[in-house]
């Protein structure tokens, strides 16, 4: 009786081994690759087998974010069935590339958990892209219309990022056809998919330029099938942290007899007018003026010496031209740009009314 109740156990258990819950997934990771947004969703399937000897249900699919959604049968697939799994992703508002990721639960003792993988890139709508990169440049969308070095020591090296985005259909390779020989340019990555980002890195050596104060240029720039400006600026400034206090002591100071010159009513046929400021230095060593200019229409500045010794003086002359003053109000600045450590850039005001 023993031994027949053996066998039957034995026979129980050779029956359960063999009833196995199996899936195999015909594949976990699906690429879009490369489409607009303007198209809207877009959807893969994912199929399993079941391979097993018993049905199998899916419990449950679980998105890594909203704007994926998957969709899983509610049935149980029977052995030698197959079955999908559809997952969808929306890229409203979403440029650029992505990589979503669902879980899928199962009754498969052999994959009870599973995670599949979408990815691709959105070519962003024009809606989309401007307000991140409103400024067109073709095919490629940059952020900002102009690279910003700030304020830069003389001499130092400024590195600043400028990003943009590669709105169309094609690959781009950028390249500088045209630059000052004080700023290099590097682009990463290299060549830039569609709907993908690009950081253009700007190197700004500033001692390699002889410009103080505001520094304006620009590069040319080519996405290969058309050629651009990106303008740049900086203000170039003197280097005195390693003056020690008796250097400082013993340096130069720059003093203005006046802050304003007042041109008073300037009749707009009138021809050009002029006014003086000095400059003197009240320092101990020569005082050299760096630069001393005005970026306003219709104002033009001079100075008598760029090398003024101490307790001596030059002449700051400030010629208006009300020809070419837009308004009836004349207000430019003027700067005054010395190797004064204390105050290295003075600023003059120009006003006046035009009649």
């Known amino acids: 009786m023993k031994k027949i109740l053996s ?81 969808a992703y929306n890229p409203e508002g979403r440029p650029g590339r992505f990589r979503k990721t669902v879980s899928v639960e199962t009754t498969a003792s052999n994959a009870p958990k599973t995670r599949l993988t979408i990815r691709g890139v959105v070519i ?19 952020r900002d219309g102009a690279v910003m070095f700030g304020r830069v020591d003389r001499p130092h090296l400024k590195t600043v990022y400028s990003e943009a985005y590669n709105r169309s259909a094609d ?24 709907g993908e980002q690009l950081t253009m890195i700007c190197f700004l050596r ?10 304006e240029d620009s590069l040319r720039v080519s996405d290969g099938s058309r050629e651009f400006t990106v303008p740049f600026t900086a203000i170039i400034q003197e ?26 009513r300037i009749d707009r046929s009138g021809g050009r ?4 400021v000095t ?9 050299e003026v760096r630069r001393v200019y005005t970026v306003d229409r ?23 031209d009300p020809s070419a003053i837009s308004g009836d109000i004349l207000n430019a600045r003027i700067s005054v740009i010395t190797n004064d450590p204390a105050d290295p850039v003075r600023t003059i005001r120009a006003v006046g009314e035009i009649f």
């Open 7 to 87: 066998l039957a156990c034995a026979a129980c258990v050779s029956f359960a081994a063999s009833a196995e819950s199996e899936i195999t997934w015909l594949g976990v990771d699906h690429n879009f690759g490369a489409f607009d947004e303007d198209h809207g969703a877009v959807s893969c399937d994912f199929r399993f087998v079941n391979t097993g000897d018993t049905p199998v249900t899916v419990i449950a699919a679980r998105a890594s974010c909203g704007c994926t959604r998957p969709l899983y049968p509610s049935e149980a697939v029977a052995p030698g069935d197959t079955a999908s799994i559809t997952v």
């Open 124 to 142: 962003g709508a024009q809606t989309s892209v401007a307000g991140r990169y409103p400024v067109d440049k073709g095919a490629l969308k940059f």
């Open 171 to 194: 690959s781009i390779t950028p390249r500088v056809m045209a630059k000052p020989r004080y700023v290099d340019v590097s682009f990463e990555p290299k060549t830039v998919g569609p």
């Open 206 to 215: 500033t001692g390699e330029t002889e410009e103080w104060g505001l520094l």
């Open 239 to 264: 280097d005195f942290s390693s003056l020690s206090d008796d250097d400082r002591a013993d340096a130069p100071a720059a003093s203005l007899s006046a802050g304003a010159v007042d041109f008073g």
């Open 273 to 276: 007018v002029s006014r003086e």
């Open 279 to 287: 400059l003197t230095n009240d320092g101990r060593s020569p005082l």
């Open 298 to 320: 219709g104002v033009g500045v001079t100075i008598g010496r760029t090398t003024v010794k101490p307790g001596k003086s030059a002449v700051i002359t400030v010629t208006a």
